[in-house]
């Protein structure tokens, strides 16, 4: 029977030169010797398997594990092998029957005689000692009349010390019929006191052929945690973290939306279902350790699961061109293209270089689902290269600071559904974007204009991102933000948006005219606007508000409004909210909190909250306390706040205020004297900053910074 063989890496010429001993039937031993873990073993099966596809070369071979037994265990596994008489090896012999019946009887004449214990224990010792001797060497005996009648080839593996084969029954070299005997041993000398023919040292294999093998046992390892995974989804959800750079820290919401753009997601009936089996997809991945945690929804792949997922992926390296992700590339090479025909994947971040050079005619990208070039300086594609994408599905060419226009034939991208623009200078979207009916995420900068009826023109839009990080004010026209949120109110496809906001008008409009945009908003950023009073509504699937560089004289919540607060159940479409409410969340005890006590959570979704810059806020209260699972909260510059939450708190309610929060980052609040009246917990806090809050008094800071 064969021996299971990995590959063997490193020793083809080894084996060459012994397998040449091996056909020689002159040479009767041989000896393989090195260091533990040198690839002896293997060696020594590959040279197993062989002799056993020859047929009729050996009447007898057999396989021993030596390491360090008895002489009757080897005589044992090759007794096995000769077929010989199970009864014979286990039958005493008459002289070792009659020893027994001897000692029974003395021991039962000298029962109760103590002097005559130690001598008959010494005894016993010594005839069994010889007794065995006697076995071995009739078993020899057997062995050895067998093995002259016929040809055989003994493997032994891992000889530790010399054995002495003739008392085992195994002919001398002087024998007629054909034989072999083949070791490993980590002694030369063990070679020498065998009296091997030839012997052949395996050394190290060179660093080059030993990562190869050990990355190659390590991938196969690593396979098994993928090959557990629940499903098909999460394994395809897994694998497509490898086309992100070594080390890069995708943010949670990044990486499910691109499982989304790719399909994967789609058994969910809608956005936020799959958005939640998503976070609970990343979350398993976590827990088994392929994806490892590196910050507040921020997450990695080590870079050896990386290789072991590129490798799945690309059908165990047969296809090694199908995921193509790299990084730092100074230029693209005419011929680098040539490479993505038989791709379905490509990744390429930091590249320098333009591509208005690459003749696009030489070949079709059939294939190709996902394209992602990113943090970049590509300024250029040539016109007509997307035309020899008709698979692509994600286009991301988000953070390539030169990038100013698209080219024309972007519409011709008819199954593309996931665009990603952000953080580019594009100022002009082309004319034929607005073919692309099957687009369902549209992410784009703040700076980009969005043409009237653009929005309305993407039918199947469920996902719609328009923010920047370094917002011009003069450069954004009052009238486009109005339409953009007119006509994402009016699209009933519309699930998921983020928006950044500037004018105060259009913040009124939104809050006041716009319910479906409201429930449908997961992050909305206000800047630089001046409203006396900003009367919020219940906004259920909000996660991130920033409010920033604002007038703002107080914020209240409004009451008895039917897709406000008052009291309601549920969302506006009759299903559950996705966060249960914390039971006996502390209600305000003063009129400045809240104007509708029932509705605590009316941003029940709300995990991140920024205020930076509003010189004339001072109570923030309405905000922490409809906030029931805040993780993280950053105040900083807004010199009229006194105390983050005002009022009375009762006993019952103190361990449940901020008590899913991470990080608090509080900074330049002049005034500030504390964060509630009471001491709070904080029992999940890992992180606070506190600076420049001279009025803050002892005990007003979390008493518990780090967990």
């Given at each position: 029977?064969?021996?299971?063989?990995?590959?063997?890496?490193?020793l083809?010429?080894?084996?060459?030169?012994?397998?040449?001993?091996?056909?020689?039937?002159?040479?009767r031993?041989?000896?393989i010797?090195?260091?533990?873990?040198?690839?002896?073993?293997?060696?020594?099966?590959k040279?197993?398997?062989?002799?056993?596809?020859?047929?009729?070369?050996?009447?007898?071979?057999?396989?021993?594990?030596?390491?360090?037994?008895?002489?009757?265990?080897?005589?044992?596994?090759?007794?096995?092998?000769?077929?010989?008489?199970?009864?014979?090896?286990?039958?005493?012999?008459?002289?070792?029957?009659?020893?027994?019946?001897?000692?029974?009887?003395?021991s039962?004449?000298?029962?109760?005689?103590?002097?005559?214990r130690?001598?008959?224990?010494?005894?016993?010792?010594l005839?069994?000692?010889?007794?065995?001797m006697?076995?071995?060497?009739?078993?020899?005996?057997?062995?050895?009349?067998?093995?002259?009648?016929?040809?055989?080839?003994?493997?032994?593996?891992?000889?530790?010390?010399?054995?002495?084969?003739l008392?085992?029954?195994?002919?001398?070299?002087?024998?007629?019929?054909?034989?072999?005997?083949?070791?490993?041993?980590?002694?030369?000398?063990?070679?020498?006191?065998?009296?091997a023919?030839?012997?052949?040292?395996?050394?190290c294999?060179?660093?080059?052929?030993?990562?190869?093998?050990?990355?190659?046992?390590?991938?196969?390892?690593?396979?098994?945690?993928?090959?557990?995974?629940?499903?098909?989804?999460?394994?395809?959800?897994?694998?497509?973290?490898?086309?992100?750079?070594?080390?890069?820290?995708y943010?949670?919401?990044?990486?499910?939306?691109?499982?989304?753009?790719?399909?994967?997601?789609?058994?969910?009936?809608?956005?936020?279902?799959?958005?939640?089996?998503?976070?609970?997809?990343?979350?398993?991945?976590?827990?088994?350790?392929?994806?490892?945690e590196?910050?507040?929804?921020?997450?990695?792949?080590?870079?050896?699961?990386?290789?072991?997922?590129?490798?799945?992926?690309?059908?165990?390296g047969?296809?090694?061109?199908?995921?193509?992700?790299?990084?730092?590339?100074?230029?693209f090479?005419?011929?680098?293209?040539?490479?993505?025909?038989?791709?379905?994947?490509?990744?390429?971040?930091?590249?320098?270089?333009?591509?208005?050079?690459?003749?696009?005619?030489?070949?079709?990208?059939?294939?190709?689902?996902?394209?992602?070039?990113?943090?970049?300086?590509?300024?250029l594609?040539?016109?007509?290269?997307?035309?020899?994408?008709?698979?692509?599905?994600?286009?991301?060419?988000?953070?390539?600071?030169?990038?100013?226009?698209?080219?024309?034939?972007?519409?011709?991208?008819?199954?593309?559904?996931?665009?990603?623009?952000?953080?580019?200078?594009?100022r002009?979207?082309?004319?034929l974007?607005?073919?692309?009916?099957?687009?369902?995420?549209?992410?784009?900068?703040?700076?980009?204009?969005?043409?009237?009826?653009?929005?309305?023109?993407?039918?199947s839009?469920?996902v719609?991102s328009?923010?920047?990080?370094?917002?011009?004010k003069?450069?954004?026209?009052?009238?486009?933000?109005l339409?953009?949120?007119?006509?994402?109110?009016?699209?009933?496809?519309?699930?998921?948006?983020?928006?950044?906001?500037?004018?105060?008008?259009?913040?009124?409009?939104?809050?006041?005219?716009c319910?479906?945009?409201?429930?449908?908003?997961r992050?909305?950023?206000?800047?630089?606007?001046?409203?006396?009073?900003?009367?919020?509504?219940?906004?259920?699937?909000?996660?991130?508000?920033?409010l920033?560089?604002?007038?703002?004289?107080?914020i209240?919540?409004?009451?008895?409004?039917?897709?406000?607060?008052?009291?309601?159940?549920?969302?506006?479409?009759?299903?559950?909210?996705?966060?249960?409410?914390?039971?006996?969340?502390p209600?305000?005890?003063?009129?400045?909190?809240s104007?509708?006590?029932?509705?605590?959570?009316?941003?029940?979704?709300?995990e991140?909250?920024?205020?930076?810059?509003?010189?004339?806020?001072?109570?923030?209260?309405?905000?922490?306390?409809?906030?029931?699972?805040?993780?993280?909260?950053?105040?900083?510059?807004?010199?009229?706040?006194?105390?983050?939450?005002?009022?009375?708190?009762e006993?019952?309610?103190?361990?449940?205020?901020?008590s899913?929060?991470?990080?608090?980052?509080?900074?330049d609040?002049?005034?500030?004297?504390s964060?509630?009246?009471?001491?709070?917990?904080?029992?999940?806090?890992?992180?606070?900053?506190?600076?420049?809050?001279?009025?803050?008094?002892?005990?007003?800071?979390?008493?518990?910074?780090?967990?």
């Open positions: 029977m064969e021996i299971p063989l990995e590959p063997p890496v490193g083809d010429s080894s084996f060459e030169e012994v397998w040449n001993w091996v056909q020689d039937e002159s040479v031993r041989i000896g010797y090195g260091m533990g873990g040198v690839g002896k073993t293997t060696l020594l099966k040279i197993h398997n062989e002799i056993l596809g020859m047929k009729d070369k050996y009447d007898v071979v057999a396989w021993i594990v030596v390491s360090q037994p008895t002489s009757s265990k080897i005589q044992e596994i090759i007794w096995e092998k000769l077929h010989l008489s199970k009864s014979e090896w286990d039958s005493k012999s008459e002289s070792d029957r009659s020893t027994e019946n001897k000692e029974s009887h003395r039962t004449e000298g029962k109760n005689k103590e002097s005559h130690a001598a008959k224990e010494k005894k016993k010792e005839d069994e000692a010889a007794e065995e006697r076995k071995e060497l009739d078993r020899a005996s057997k062995i050895r009349s067998q093995l002259k009648e016929t040809s055989f080839l003994l493997f032994l593996d891992d000889v530790w010390e010399v054995i002495d084969l008392n085992l029954g195994i002919p001398s070299h002087d024998h007629q019929h054909k034989s072999k005997i083949i070791f490993t041993t980590r002694s030369e000398n063990v070679c020498g006191q065998m009296q023919e030839r012997k052949k040292k395996i050394d294999l060179p660093p080059d052929k030993a990562l190869e093998l050990f990355r190659g046992k390590v991938l196969r390892v690593l396979e098994f945690s993928y090959d557990a995974l629940p499903n098909e989804t999460h394994k395809r959800c897994f694998l497509y973290c490898s086309i992100f750079p070594a080390d890069h820290a943010h949670m919401d990044e990486l499910i939306d691109l499982w989304m753009g790719e399909g994967f997601l789609s058994e969910c009936e809608s956005l936020r279902e799959a958005r939640d089996y998503g976070i609970d997809i990343i979350r398993y991945l976590v827990r088994v350790c392929l994806l490892v590196v910050g507040m929804s921020s997450f990695k792949m080590h870079d050896v699961v990386q290789d072991m997922a590129l490798w799945v992926a690309s059908e165990h047969e296809k090694k061109y199908k995921i193509l992700c790299q990084e730092k590339r100074r230029y090479e005419p011929n680098e293209f040539m490479k993505w025909a038989d791709a379905e994947r490509i990744s390429f971040w930091g590249v320098d270089g333009r591509m208005e050079n690459f003749r696009v005619s030489v070949t079709t990208f059939s294939s190709l689902s996902t394209l992602i070039i990113r943090h970049s300086r590509v300024d594609f040539p016109n007509g290269l997307f035309s020899f994408m008709p698979s692509l599905r994600v286009l991301d060419l988000s953070f390539n600071e030169p990038l100013a226009k698209l080219p024309i034939d972007i519409g011709v991208l008819v199954n593309l559904r996931y665009l990603n623009l952000r953080r580019t200078p594009i002009r979207q082309p004319v974007i607005k073919n692309l009916t099957k687009l369902e995420f549209l992410l784009i900068d703040r700076d980009c204009p969005v043409p009237k009826g653009l929005i309305l023109s993407l039918t839009l469920r719609f328009w923010e920047s990080e370094n917002l011009i003069g450069k954004i026209n009052d009238g486009e933000e339409h953009v949120i007119e006509e994402l109110d009016g699209m009933n496809q519309i699930e998921d948006v983020c928006l950044q906001l500037i004018f105060a008008a259009d913040v009124q409009k939104l809050l006041a005219n319910p479906h945009l409201q429930r449908c908003l992050e909305l950023e206000i800047r630089s606007v001046t409203i006396q009073k900003l009367s919020l509504k219940r906004m259920e699937h909000l996660r991130y508000l920033g920033l560089d604002c007038t703002i004289g107080e209240s919540m409004v009451e008895g409004d039917p897709y406000g607060c008052g009291g309601e159940t549920g969302r506006g479409d009759g299903s559950e909210f996705p966060h249960p409410l914390p039971s006996c969340y209600e305000p005890t003063s009129t400045s909190t104007s509708c006590p029932e509705s605590q959570g009316c941003f029940r979704s709300l991140r909250l920024t205020i930076s810059s509003c010189s004339k806020l001072t109570d923030v209260t309405i905000l922490i306390y409809h906030a029931p699972i805040l993780t993280s909260l950053k105040i900083d510059n807004c010199p009229s706040i006194r105390e983050l939450i005002s009022g009375d708190i006993d019952s309610h103190v361990e449940k205020i901020l899913s929060l991470i990080e608090l980052v509080l900074k609040l002049p005034k500030l004297e964060i509630c009246s009471r001491a709070l917990p904080f029992p999940s806090l890992k992180s606070y900053d506190v600076r420049n809050c001279p009025n803050l008094k002892k005990g007003g800071a979390p008493a518990r910074p780090m967990r």
